[in-house]
């Protein structure tokens, strides 16, 4: 199974903006698509952000306008840029990816948090 290693999170002001990596252990063009969650103290884990292996790319209607994902397949790994963070953004951000026909893998979180 791929593993997926996150970085990039961290504590910021609102208003400002982290970058988010996701690491793949093996080709990401494989991948039919990856994607960022995210969890919140209390609540359930929520799609933020997808991007197929053909470019295209969804979004929740909470970050649209202020976070893009994209994916570089030269070092397999996934970015969700994250700018205009609000304190309703705090939460564990997850790396997902999906394969057709086999179980989703997850990476282990980062947590972001955004302060008033």
């Known amino acids: 199974q791929v593993q997926l290693v996150e970085s990039g999170g961290g504590l910021v002001q609102a208003g400002g903006s982290l970058r988010l990596s996701c690491a793949a252990s093996?080709?990401?063009?494989?991948?039919?698509?990856m994607g960022w969650y995210r969890q919140a103290p209390g609540k359930q884990r929520d799609l933020v952000a997808t991007?197929?292996?053909?470019?295209?790319?969804t979004y929740a209607d909470s970050v649209k306008g202020r976070f893009t994902i994209s994916r570089d397949n030269a070092k397999n790994t996934v970015y969700l840029q994250m700018n205009s963070l609000k304190p309703e953004d705090t939460a564990v951000y997850y790396c997902?990816?999906?394969?057709?026909?086999?179980?989703?893998?997850w990476g282990q979180g980062t947590q972001v948090t955004v302060s008033s």
């Open positions: 991007i197929t292996n053909g470019g295209r790319t």
């Open positions: 997902n990816a999906h394969i057709d026909y086999f179980p989703d893998a």
């Open positions: 093996w080709s990401i063009f494989s991948i039919n698509a």
